[in-house]
């Protein structure tokens, strides 16, 4: 296409003309001063810790006692109770959190439930009978002189009455005894319990919850009253603890903490490997294979008393078996050492032995680098193969082993490796930038996901992380609204937890720093807000300040898309056009204009020619005119005249594009899924070079639905790709090329009529190499 008669007309080409918005501002740019709370003296504008920032601490002496006939836990705990608030406290109360196993509790009660064609036998058990008796039994409450204080237990909470209210400043020392029955994690899952072993009899103890816990009080929110149901984990207060767990004698330990009494409960032998971990380049096997079988094959009516301690930590949890295999290695921190260690049953190997601690050691360096250094003095991977994932303080519980004859499939193997890194990265988010999970999901599991892809690509290049790359989410993101929330939706209230606070704010962070901000700028505020908040409590804004606050770069219209809507990425590449400048030469543009007239021959000059012998004009010479035989095609010497003069006043780069150095490109943009978002093109050219071109998303700032922008080359373009990389998750490619192209979609054929199994592993060509011999 070739018109466009002044270069001059470029400067009123796009003031971007204003569309229409109604009296309420809706424009996707607007701040989020509606949806944030107001900065103050605790939390400030900039997302930091005010001036008066306070937070409640927890001190805890437990003793607590394992009974591996009854599968029970006995305990009674001392608790120091720092008031560090301004404000007066009149009772306090505690988290009774195995309370969702009691019989009458509300998790059971309002769990939603349908028949499918495949349900799993423990939902149709528990809707037949559920008998077990879970939920603690509180012996006591007493004060520090021994005095019963009064309580009242709310579902899963408990609320003690002080008999004079705690002043700010002051301590509160009471006591409480308790016990429960700990759950069959195979019948009933569930984040810590047991695992039993059929063959040989044993049990592997993953607990946790096991004691009545302090709720937070704090400014945001009071004290916590949202009740556990099950999803919205734990906001807990940060604390010393000093735990006495006694178990079996042949059991082996491993908690939240270091031990302080190796001398009572480990061999000299043990202790010894302990020291040579230290400082080994891998692995070194404390308690080995051959060692652990034959304990499995004891069943001690002795006990051991482990002790350990932990301080500035928001909880405790430990794991005990005969059948443990324990491995350990230090990881340096300048000249701290930090021993990573792995606890699983001979049932783990050889993938545990291989893979567990290398993991753990991996993702507190490659977390570290992105955060702050591990604080901690041991972190530790747990195998528990009902248990998924689940993280505490210094220690976390990991599902996923090899198959029964030691193979294991290429899924199994990454998910384990994810899954230690996952939990063993959630130390950073929750345990130590302590948000609060009951209720916001995101904050730990999408910020710990995102840093999880990241410890995932720098442990193998091309790790298979399901989370991160944009394109991942697309899948999501494109589904039914109605099963979406947004991010910012409570922990309880989330329709699909695992996209929507898992992978979706996992990807938002991954866009932020590939596309949006860049790496650096990213990684330094990112940092920036986990050394702000660990040891501390954030919020969601604290975050979203943060991000902004030290990077410069105002993401409100990123946190409002991505964050607080169900908005998908779609922005179609709705129009290219291709414009060059008329040369104004006559001697150029006469000619071409007259070969393009010719060439429109229309379908009635086409088909009148032969019928009409004779037209009017043809007929009667009487009305021919001037322009009856004029031919405006032709060059007259006025219009060389006309040129000689435009030409006189041209600079020499005026006259360069007047002779058709530059292409140039209108392209319309539509936004239809919602998420404004960068703009990024790809050209490539007829000579086969290419050129890609990054828009901030500021571009849709004054109209949010459609934007039109010129490109100009000199040389001539072949095509153009939108988001060519698949950074912005576009849920429909389809529209992001010119010329246009079409995304052939896959499709699986399966044939099972139950689908495919979930989970099972995966293919595990290891076998079939075997079986090939
Ligand atoms: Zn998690």
Redesign the pocket.
């Known amino acids: 296409m070739k018109f466009f008669a002044f270069l001059f007309a470029f400067s009123f080409l796009f003031p971007g003309f204003v569309h229409s918005q109604e009296n309420t501002n809706k424009n996707k740019f607007r701040q989020l001063k509606q949806e944030f709370a107001t900065p103050n003296v605790y939390r400030t504008a900039s997302g930091a810790p005010g001036h008066e920032y306070w937070q409640q601490k927890a001190d805890y002496k437990i003793d607590v006692k394992l009974d591996d006939d009854k599968q029970r836990i006995f305990g009674e705990e001392t608790i120091t109770y720092h008031n560090q608030s301004p404000d007066p406290l009149s009772y306090i109360w505690m988290q009774l959190d195995q309370n969702i196993r009691a019989k009458d509790s509300d998790t059971q009660k309002t769990s939603t439930s349908k028949l499918s064609d495949r349900v799993p036998t423990y939902q149709l058990q528990r809707m037949i009978k559920n008998d077990f008796d879970g939920g603690f039994k509180i012996d006591f409450v007493k004060d520090k002189n021994g005095k019963p204080l009064p309580y009242t237990i709310n579902k899963t909470m408990m609320r003690v009455d002080l008999p004079e209210p705690l002043q700010p400043g002051k301590i509160l020392q009471f006591s409480v005894k308790w016990w429960y029955n700990i759950n069959n994690m195979m019948e009933d899952r569930g984040r810590s319990g047991y695992e039993h072993f059929e063959k040989d009899g044993n049990n592997v103890y993953t607990i946790a919850q096991f004691y009545p816990r302090m709720c937070v009080y704090n400014d945001v929110e009071g004290w916590q009253n949202k009740q556990f149901l099950g999803t919205g984990e734990f906001t807990l207060p940060f604390g010393d603890f000093e735990v006495s767990i006694t178990s079996p004698a042949d059991h082996i330990v491993g908690a939240t903490g270091i031990l302080q009494n190796p001398n009572a409960v480990l061999t000299q032998e043990q202790m010894d490997l302990l020291k040579k971990a230290k400082n080994a380049k891998k692995p070194v096997i404390i308690v080995s294979q051959e060692e652990a079988e034959k304990a499995e094959k004891g069943n001690s009516k002795k006990e051991k008393t482990w002790i350990f301690k932990a301080n500035d930590v928001r909880d405790f949890a430990f794991a005990s078996s005969r059948k443990f295999i324990w491995d350990a290695m230090g990881v340096k921190f300048g000249d701290r050492t930090v021993m990573a260690m792995s606890y699983y049953p001979k049932e783990g190997n050889p993938l545990w032995e291989q893979y567990s601690t290398r993991v753990v050691a991996h993702t507190i360096k490659t977390y570290s680098q992105h955060t702050f250094d591990y604080p901690y003095p041991v972190a530790i991977s747990v195998s528990n193969n009902y248990v998924g994932?689940m993280?505490y303080p210094m220690i976390c519980f990991n599902s996923t082993r090899p198959q029964s004859d030691g193979t294991y499939s290429e899924r199994a193997k990454y998910s384990l490796i994810s899954v230690i890194i996952?939990?063993v990265g959630?130390n950073f988010f929750p345990m130590i930038v302590n948000s609060d999970e009951r209720q916001w999901t995101w904050m730990?599991?999408g910020l710990?996901t995102f840093m999880q892809f990241l410890t995932e690509q720098a442990w193998e290049y091309g790790f298979p992380s399901r989370a991160g790359q944009a394109y991942k989410i697309v899948d999501y993101m494109r589904g039914d609204k109605k099963f979406m929330s947004p991010i910012m939706t409570n922990s309880e209230s989330v329709w699909n937890l695992g996209s929507n606070a898992y992978s979706k704010p996992t990807t938002a962070l991954n866009i932020l720093r590939e596309t949006v901000m860049g790496r650096d700028l990213f990684d330094f505020a990112f940092k920036e807000y986990a050394n702000r908040w660990k040891f501390k409590h954030p919020t969601p804004e604290d975050f979203f300040r943060t991000m902004e606050d030290a990077s410069g770069v105002d993401l409100d219209w990123f946190w409002r898309g991505w964050f607080y809507t169900t908005d998908n990425v779609d922005i179609s590449l709705e129009n290219v056009t291709w414009f060059q400048p008329d040369s104004e030469n006559p001697e150029i543009d006469k000619p071409l204009a007259k070969k393009e007239d010719e060439s429109k021959l229309a379908i009635t000059d086409i088909q009148n020619k032969p019928d009409i012998e004779n037209t009017a004009v043809e007929r009667d010479p009487d009305t021919h005119d001037f322009y009856t035989t004029f031919d405006k095609y032709k060059i007259t010497k006025q219009d060389k005249e006309q040129y000689k003069k435009l030409l006189s006043g041209f600079t020499d780069d005026e006259k360069e594009i007047l002779n058709g150095k530059y292409n140039f490109y209108q392209i319309d943009f539509k936004n239809i899924g919602g998420l404004v978002m960068p703009i990024i093109l790809e050209f490539t050219f007829t000579d086969g070079t290419s050129d890609v071109q990054r828009i901030p998303a500021e571009i849709w700032r004054r109209n949010n639905e459609e934007v039109s922008k010129v490109f100009v080359f000199d040389k001539e373009v072949s095509n153009i790709i939108l988001d060519p990389f698949y950074e912005t998750a576009d849920v429909d490619m389809n529209n992001n090329y010119w010329p246009p192209k079409v995304e052939p979609t896959r499709f699986e054929i399966y044939k099972s009529q139950f689908g495919r199994r979930r989970g099972g592993g995966g293919s595990n060509p290891m076998q079939q190499s075997s079986s090939d011999k």
């Open positions: 994932g993280e996952h939990e959630h730990d599991e710990n």
